[in-house]
């Protein structure tokens, strides 16, 4: 059974920084591409960033220089460090993976003073 847990959200004020985790199992982790996405209120889910099995990583415009994602293939767990947060930076971000195509349950990220 494929599962992912996001971890590492929580409350910080607008310039801090967070990293977020999540762990998969029941994947190959190795072979797949990993994503995180998040979801603000009364927005669509959008793409934050993605890393493929061969550690290339993407990022939406928006996240550019201030988003990092990495993973570490030995615990399959992929990261995402969040600095200078905004916020507009508030919303529930999830993890993807793609084979097979699964999501975490979120976790809760509020920027706020």
């Known amino acids: 059974q494929v599962q992912l847990v996001e971890s590492g959200g929580g409350l910080v004020q607008p310039g801090g920084s967070l990293r977020l985790s999540c762990a998969a199992s029941g994947i190959i982790f190795s072979i797949n591409a990993m994503y995180w996405y998040r979801q603000a209120p009364g927005k669509q889910r959008e793409l934050v960033a993605t890393?493929?099995?061969?550690?290339?990583?993407n990022y939406a415009d928006s996240m550019k220089g201030r988003f990092t994602i990495s993973r570490d293939n030995a615990k399959n767990t992929v990261y995402l460090q969040m600095n200078s947060l905004k916020p507009e930076d508030t919303a529930v971000y999830y993890c993807?993976?793609?084979?097979?195509?699964?999501w975490g349950q979120g976790t809760q990220v509020t920027v706020s003073s």
């Open positions: 890393i493929a099995s061969d550690g290339t990583t």
């Open positions: 993807r993976s793609n084979r097979p195509l699964a």
